[in-house]
């Protein structure tokens, strides 16, 4: 249990995940001037904490084993993946979230019956992963 808890692999990496997500929460209660705690662990916003995470991890490995091992090159394509959802797959997702969204609104004799609003922020906009990415290099 011990080295779970001193692994620098899972321990910078979560570092960076909670100080971008406190980030994200204080930005938007200055802006709100309200506590909107889904802020502290929900999706999207700037910077995208998924990148920063992926390129925190990729670069300890790559500091640590080089950038010629196959654990670096396999975290490497891990942390492109990641970071091309967040932009394309979620982006787009939350979009969709956005405009199904407005459609239960404006329609309301549609007969649709809706609990609850889609979540809207899921994904990210491409400046957002390059500066989460950015974030989690250094």
Known sequence: MRDFLENKFLIV????????QLFKFITDFVINRKPN????????????????VVATLTTLIGKEY????????VSFVFSLIVMYDAA???????KQATLLNKLVENYPNSNVIVTEKLVEVLGHT???????????IF
Request: charged content about 10%; hydrophobic content about 50%; glycine content about 20%.
């Open 13 to 20: 990496p979560f570092i960076v995940w909670c100080c971008i």
């Open 37 to 52: 705690f889904r802020r502290l662990f929900g999706a999207g916003g700037m910077p995208s904490s998924h990148s920063a």
């Open 66 to 73: 080089g950038l010629g091992n196959g654990i670096f090159a």
């Open 88 to 94: 394309g797959v979620r982006r787009a997702a939350g």
């Open 126 to 136: 491409p400046f957002q992963v390059l500066v989460g990415a950015v974030i989690g």
